[in-house]
């Protein structure tokens, strides 16, 4: 076979898919295993959800409303916007797909961080754009470096606020500050997946951004239904944008891309709101008690306004994520982020962090012998 392959695809690195549980537990000869190393709500999702999405198996020999009519509608009224505000992807991941089809192609320039998602690079090359990477600091987005490094090319910046894998936000002030020295040319899409769980103190005025376009650049905030309403496996994010954006990104989705289970399933969680801030309110006190077990134990956690805790051992952190697995406990690495000694661990039940500490406290005497 001769395929005619262009080089900005061909030297794509594909996405690197974890393991399955079960197929883990066999490798390793351990049973019950919990996973700590995705970031998921450990206690799923809302029940009204589940029952929404259980009444609505019944319908699926017809298409999906393409529109996603009422979940639009119900998305501006909670986010006080028009509907015409709103874009709706097959996760996050396709939102920030419709932003680089819409507005990137070869030449065109993105800015993004390391260590953040690895998507917003791989949409780039797949469009043949460049891709501009731009080192934390001290596992912060350096706003200033991003200023400097924009160019008559750019036009799009991703950051992830707060970042994944730090945990970091960033301060509004300073955001503000960045947003009004950004061209009008250049779309900010921030990538808020965990905004919920980050500090009221934190949020910034979508409202005015989003309307606001004299003053600053275009900024696009992106949300997703995976993380805090606990529905990751239907897949579903949105955007908060311009309308004049929002007509963009309609123009580059395939139609039916929401799919029904979905719409049905965010629709219900949407309105449970006592659900929602149960969530909240359980993984903050979660999040708070896991980094300060894993202080007394010497490692050195870095602040978190997200379901999960970056954290140093000073020591090898494949080792302890080796040992880990034989204890039937999931939890990332974060070599391959650059932090050798570093890993990653998602705020659990609390039966979860207790077995979590147990089998953690356990690894580290031995490593450390």
């Known amino acids: 076979m001769r395929l005619i392959i262009p080089d900005f695809i061909e030297n794509i690195v594909p996405y690197p898919p974890g393991k399955p549980q079960d197929e883990l537990e066999r490798e390793y000869g351990v049973k019950n295993s919990i996973k ?20 609505a198996l019944a319908n699926l020999r017809r298409y999906p409303d393409g529109a996603s009519y009422y979940l639009t509608q119900a ?7 028009d509907a015409s505000e709103i874009a709706l992807g097959n996760g996050s991941n396709e939102m920030i797909e419709f932003l680089v089809k819409a ?16 998507m917003y690079q791989k949409f780039t090359q ?26 008559t090319d750019t036009r799009l910046i991703f950051l992830d606020n707060p970042n994944n894998p730090s945990g970091s936000a960033l301060d509004p002030a300073a955001l503000y500050s960045f947003l009004a020295k950004v061209p009008e040319q250049v779309v900010v899409a921030l990538d808020e997946a965990y905004i919920d769980f980050a500090s009221p103190a934190l949020h910034l005025d979508t409202n005015s951004l989003i309307r606001d376009t004299k003053n600053h650049c275009p900024v696009v905030f992106l949300r997703t239904f995976s993380k805090v309403y606990g529905l990751p496996g239907l897949r579903l994010g949105y955007g908060l944008m311009a309308k004049e954006v929002a007509a963009c990104l309609q123009k580059v989705r395939q139609p039916f891309t929401v799919n029904s289970l979905a719409q049905a399933g965010a629709l219900a969680a949407l ?18 008690f896991l980094a300060g077990r894993l202080s007394r134990l010497g490692c050195d956690c870095l602040p978190s306004e997200t379901n999960f805790i970056f954290f140093d051992i000073h020591a ?14 999931i939890i990332r690495s974060m070599r391959a982020y650059g932090h050798p000694s570093c890993l990653r661990v998602t705020v659990g039940t609390e039966e979860e962090n207790a077995r979590f500490l147990a089998a953690i406290e356990e690894c580290l005497r031995e490593i450390r012998a």
Do not use: Q
């Open 126 to 151: 797949m469009r043949g754009g460049r891709c501009l990477v731009l080192p934390l600091i001290g596992m912060r987005h350096d706003l200033e470096a991003v200023l400097a490094a924009i160019t």
């Open 316 to 329: 090898d952190a494949d080792r302890l994520y080796e040992a880990m697995l034989y204890k039937g406990v």
């Open 103 to 118: 507005f990137i192609r070869e030449g065109l320039e993105v800015i993004c961080s390391h260590p953040s998602f690895l």
């Open 271 to 288: 309105k449970d709101r006592t659900y929602f801030d149960d969530i909240v309110a359980r993984n903050r006190r979660g999040r708070e």
């Open 36 to 55: 700590l190393a995705s970031n998921e709500n450990p206690w799923g999702p809302s029940p009204k959800a589940i029952a929404a999405v259980s009444a």
């Open 75 to 81: 998305l501006a009224a909670h986010h006080g916007l």
